[in-house]
């Protein structure tokens, strides 16, 4: 599998679907609680075997993910929520980011739909995509002949 390089606005070359994009982008930088986007970081291992794909989505309730594949996409919403306590005192300091979160990846030709595994633990969203058996390396024994 190729390693594909994340390149924000490279949908800009299309014009319409890039200014739709950068409007989009601009519209949910101003629309969020603390004005700045979440977005998740997400690490994405390979191996013989399959792709692991692990989002770090710490304080979100599982309810609030939704992981959907198609069209050779596997996507990764939610939202983290803000807490509103009413309690006496206030907030100090506000640094994490809250609310809704998107993440789109595309899957190579070799993972097998099928077979997608999703784990939920600890803050950490753990996507186990199994490759199809074609993909996968064999070894293949050659015989060598004296002559």
């Known amino acids: 599998m190729s390693v594909i390089r ?16 950068f409007q989009d ?3 949910r930088l101003f629309s969020e609680p603390n004005g700045r986007p979440w977005v998740p970081p997400v690490d994405i291992k390979e191996t013989e075997n399959e792709l692991i794909l692990k989002a770090d989505i710490p304080d979100v309730e ?8 198609e069209n050779g996409n596997v996507t990764i919403r939610g939202e983290r929520k803000f807490e509103k306590n009413e309690e006496k005192g206030g907030w100090h300091r506000v640094e994490r980011s809250y609310g809704t979160f998107e993440r789109v990846f595309t899957l190579p030709e070799t993972v097998n739909p ?9 803050g950490t969203l753990t996507l186990t995509l199994p490759k199809k058996e074609i993909a996968k390396p064999r070894q293949i024994k050659v015989d ?4």
């Open 25 to 27: 982008s601009v519209n």
């Open 62 to 69: 599982l309810k609030d993910i939704d992981v959907r594949l």
């Open 6 to 21: 994340y390149t924000p606005f490279a949908d800009l070359e299309n014009f319409p679907a890039g200014l739709r994009l």
């Open 144 to 147: 060598v002949h004296n002559n």
């Open 114 to 122: 099928e077979a997608v595994k999703a784990d939920y633990k600890n």
